[in-house]
């Protein structure tokens, strides 16, 4: 049955009100100098409304309606109100970059009616099953096998489904979650200690709604999927707060989900409980103690440089020392660093960040990374003339970084000048202290490992009596070392490894190696100076030093360092 003309009539008049007053509120934002926004139809995050409570956004006239990272939007219908400049001062000052929006007084009580609806929900995951870190970290302690979980994954709605995921993550120490989409289902992985694990199978149908509601949670555009978006959003776990950078990347059926944890509470390790021995800290505390110069990290996506980074800065941290940072994103916050995080969406870039990080008088700069020439140019620059700087690079060697700034356009005779030390470095996984067994291996057949390891005695004297035994073994004769070998337990998933540990290349930059540099040396020649050849040891040396102390695997070394 038909609805009688007339009673559409208050409709009609309600829609021409409606863009009347949106009109008059775009009009007066250009009057103003502010960009206009329709929050009427703008799709809101419930979670960004945590940010101003209810009675402030309503004293004020004020509401977030946007935030990815960093950015924060704010609306209003005048920007002049009592107490607004205060507020976004206040978040400016917790290093968010913060613009300013007019709406209509109709689109500001749409959004004000959400903090009271159903979709504004608390992100704060209620654990179930509450964990102790200290005493069991172990997946299988707590929901007994990765097969429950994807029988709850089945039933559940999608809200909880992602609270179970995050929360599985955090207890078996994911760094990255993997929603991977295939012909006729999604997978979800956990990257655990560097290795990617199937976790639980899901059909398309629900791997498509758990993806949308991640998008959503992380301020994503839910309604495209035909390009690559980038989001975050956090929650909270035993008063634990978790970052979790989101990104996503169109596929044929279903777009692909990864989810980088970001764990404020891994980022604050000292170089032993990084991995890095004895030699390889002097040299850091050398570099670090001089009042000028560039300290890089490299090595490969996932090698722990941010962390060694930061392990750096801690080390320089102090009140005498003005320290800042340029990040994408800020990973972990540290008391006593100005922490600015880049935005290539709102071109802030590392280049113009460093350009303006330059004129606030800084004694310790940290770059996130370096990627292209001005901000290698820029960096070097600023080491030459009283600032250190520390950054990563990624290149496969610590001599790969001298060629890597060359491509990118940087003189030789800079880079010599320039750098104190490159630092490259891998992540082993550690055997589990639990169930570890022993084996032994033939150094017959391995010749690699046999002529390292007079190399390593020679340096390393204590290593003599690390278990290296000539003589018969089951029947065989010759030379043998007892090495770790993994067997599995509940403790550590059934995986035989437990926790990651560092293995590193260490390049001092002497007169000598400078020198070279400078001449244009390639880095065949350079790696076969003497200078290099007696301070630096190779990634596989450090490994095969971690096998010898029982640390690692052989596997794990070959793996990682080739």
Not at 1 to 27: G, Y
Not at 475 to 481: A, C, D, P
Not at 518 to 539: F, P
Request: aromatic residues 6%; negative net charge; contains cysteine.
């Amino acid at each position: 049955m038909s609805v009688p003309l007339k009673n559409q009539a208050p409709v009609a008049v309600d829609l021409i009100n409606q863009n009347f007053e949106e009109k008059a509120a775009q009009e007066k934002a250009v009057s103003l100098g502010y960009e206009y926004i329709n929050l009427a139809k703008f799709p809101i995050n419930p979670d960004v409304l945590s940010l101003i409570s209810y009675d402030e956004a309503r004293e004020m006239s004020l509401v977030p309606f946007y935030r990815n990272g960093y950015t924060l939007k704010l609306a209003t219908t005048n920007p002049d109100g009592k107490g607004i400049a205060l507020m976004k001062a206040k978040y400016e000052a917790e290093r968010f970059n913060v613009s300013l929006f007019v709406c209509s007084e109709r689109g500001l009580e749409h959004i004000l009616s959400l903090y009271h609806s159903d979709l504004l929900s608390k992100k704060t995951v209620e654990l179930v099953h509450d964990f102790k870190e200290n005493q069991s970290e172990n997946f299988e302690s707590q929901f007994l096998s990765f097969g429950e979980l994807e029988e709850k994954l089945k039933t559940l709605p999608v809200a909880e489904s992602l609270n179970e995921i995050e929360i599985a993550a955090i207890k078996v120490r994911a760094s990255d979650i993997h929603i991977q989409p295939y012909e006729t289902q999604a997978v979800l992985r956990f990257r655990i200690d560097g290795i990617l694990h199937d976790i639980a199978k899901l059909d398309l149908a629900r791997g498509k709604k758990l993806v949308n509601f991640i998008k959503y949670e992380a301020g994503m555009r839910s309604n495209i999927s035909h390009v690559p978006q980038d989001g975050s959003l956090r929650f909270e776990a035993n008063n634990r707060k978790i970052d979790l950078r989101v990104s996503t990347l169109p596929t044929e059926t279903l777009e692909s989900v990864v989810l980088r944890v970001l764990d404020s509470r891994k980022g604050l390790k000292s170089f032993t409980e990084l991995g890095f021995d004895e030699h390889t800290e002097s040299l850091i505390a050398r570099a670090l103690s001089r009042k000028s110069g560039m300290l890089l990290v490299t090595g490969p996506t996932g090698s722990g440089k941010t962390t060694t980074l930061y392990a750096m800065l801690k080390e320089l941290n102090s009140s005498e020392k003005k320290l800042v940072s340029l990040e994408d994103p800020v990973e972990y916050h540290l008391e006593g660093v100005t922490q600015s995080p880049v935005d290539e969406n709102s071109d802030y870039t590392f280049a113009n960040g460093l350009k303006a990080l330059l004129r606030h008088d800084p004694d310790v700069i940290l770059i996130g990374e370096i990627r292209e020439a001005t901000t290698a140019k820029l960096a070097s620059e600023a080491a030459l003339t009283g600032h250190v700087v520390l950054s990563s690079l990624h290149t496969n060697s610590a001599l790969g970084a001298i060629s890597r700034l060359r491509n990118l356009g940087l003189e030789s005779f800079n880079i010599a000048s320039a750098i104190n030390a490159v630092f490259a470095q891998r992540l082993v996984r550690k055997v589990c202290p639990h169930c570890a067994e022993k084996s032994w291996i033939n150094l017959a057949d391995h010749k690699k490992v046999a002529m390292l390891l007079k190399d390593l005695e020679s340096k390393h004297p204590e290593l003599k009596t690390s278990g290296k035994t000539k003589g018969q073994h089951e029947g065989e004769t010759g030379i043998f070392l007892e090495v770790p070998a993994p067997k599995g337990c509940e403790k550590c998933s059934h995986t035989g490894y437990a926790g990651q540990t560092a293995i590193c290349e260490a390049l001092w930059f002497t007169d000598e190696l400078r020198s070279a540099i400078a001449k244009e040396t390639g880095e065949q020649d350079l790696k076969a100076l003497e200078t290099v050849q007696k301070d630096s040891t190779s990634l596989f040396s450090d490994g095969l030093k971690k096998v010898v102390l029982g640390e690692t695997t052989l596997d794990e070394v070959y793996r990682v360092a080739g």
